[in-house]
């Protein structure tokens, strides 16, 4: 599966076949390379770029693609959105909207809107996750909160679709469905659905009473990348930004799926942020443990919703290398059920899902 790595005392998990590869690919095996590669050849000579030397750059859990490819002095990033799967418009819209809040993003130089090809500025191969240490994460994380911090200032309503009651709810069905149902293959009694029901109430009920900003939805650290100048971080994979909790961007940051702290780091890390959201004006809660209330809830929803997707895309999509994955976002799951009252039912289904049981342990706010 993947490698084994430890920060801060605890256990994260990286995927190296997630690396990319310098190998010139066999384009003549694949039409829509042969396509992008075409599309790239009427590019502006300008760009240099030399189409033979295009190879993978990232993978990605969607249908989209990237590839590198040499331009004159550089390198520069080809994505590939196949249509009718994938859409480069909201890519291109997002992309404008944060670089106009300051963020780093991949600039559009060129589009193919109606093909699904895009030539993008290339930001690197260093990303959060290869960089992190208890050395680096310090400076890399407080890059980030500001980061979000500046995202969020620039929130006004319309720009984006709305994380609604709908598309929260569908989420959270990704649950019962792949994960409970396909991956452990467990069938839920009428009580047992009574409780995920009232499960899910109770969580969308705090969620979309919450303060809404910009929302980038997988501000993680395989899609933040450390750059060389001083605008860090560079920021990836924003093409389904939404307008939704505030707390969101925040869980996907620091309660990542592929990577884990001490709760004491990031209750640390969450109040510098909850400062410098207050600094800002941003409309965060007065009182530090209602705000951490609501962050632990949304990062509740998010990390069901991430089961769901991680066993999906292993049974759906063929992409077994998630499953790796699928413990640390399952024990951030019991952790928060453990925490909470209201989630004592589902910690019970999930104990007997699991067929184990946990002491309780941790925090409680």
């Not at 994505?79 to 404008?96: I, N, S």
């Not at 395989?222 to 971080?233: E, F, I, S, T, Y």
């Not at 909470?340 to 589902?346: M, N, Q």
Request: glycine share 6%; net charge negative; proline share 5%.
């Amino acid at each position: 599966m993947g490698s084994h790595k430890v920060v801060g005392n605890v256990d994260y998990y990286t995927n190296d076949s997630r690396r990319a590869s310098h190998k010139t690919l066999p384009m003549t095996k694949d039409q829509r390379l042969d396509e992008l590669q075409g599309w790239l050849r009427t590019v502006p000579a300008g760009y240099g770029l030399r189409t033979e030397s295009l190879r993978p750059a990232s993978d990605d859990a969607s249908f989209r693609r990237y590839f590198r490819v040499d331009a004159a002095d550089t390198t520069m990033i080809a994505m590939d959105a196949p249509p009718p799967q994938e859409d480069c418009r909201p890519f291109v819209h997002a992309a404008q909207v944060l670089g106009e809040a300051g963020l780093s993003v991949p600039t559009v130089h060129e589009a193919d809107l109606e093909r699904g090809f895009l030539l993008l500025r290339d930001l690197g191969t260093r990303t959060y996750l290869d960089e992190l240490s208890a050395a680096t994460a310090p400076r890399l994380y407080g890059d980030a909160l500001t980061a979000l911090t500046r995202l969020q200032q620039a929130s006004r309503g319309g720009v984006f679709p709305d994380y609604d009651r709908a598309l929260l709810e569908r989420e959270l069905m990704l649950f019962p469905q792949w994960y409970i149902g396909r991956h452990r293959g467990f069938e839920l009694a009428s009580a047992d659905q009574q409780v995920i029901a009232r499960t899910f109430e109770t969580l969308l009920a705090n969620l979309l009473s919450q303060p809404r900003t910009y929302v980038h939805r997988d501000y993680h650290s395989r899609n933040l990348m450390v750059l060389a100048g001083v605008d860090n971080p560079g920021v990836l994979d924003f093409q389904d930004a939404v307008f939704g909790p505030i707390t969101y961007d925040l869980v996907s940051l620091l309660r990542d799926a592929y990577v884990v702290w001490p709760e004491e780091q990031v209750i640390d890390w969450a109040v510098r942020y909850w400062e410098m959201a207050r600094r800002a004006k941003l409309p965060v809660h007065d009182d530090f443990g209602e705000f951490y209330r609501d962050f632990e809830w949304m990062g509740l929803q998010r990390h069901l919703k991430v089961l769901g997707i991680f066993a999906r895309l292993n049974y759906r999509d063929g992409k077994s290398r998630y499953l790796a994955d699928l413990p640390l976002v399952l024990e951030y799951v019991e952790r928060t059920a453990r925490r909470y009252v209201a989630f004592t039912p589902l910690m019970r289904l999930i104990e007997r899902i699991e067929g184990r049981a946990q002491p309780a342990v941790g925090y409680t706010f």
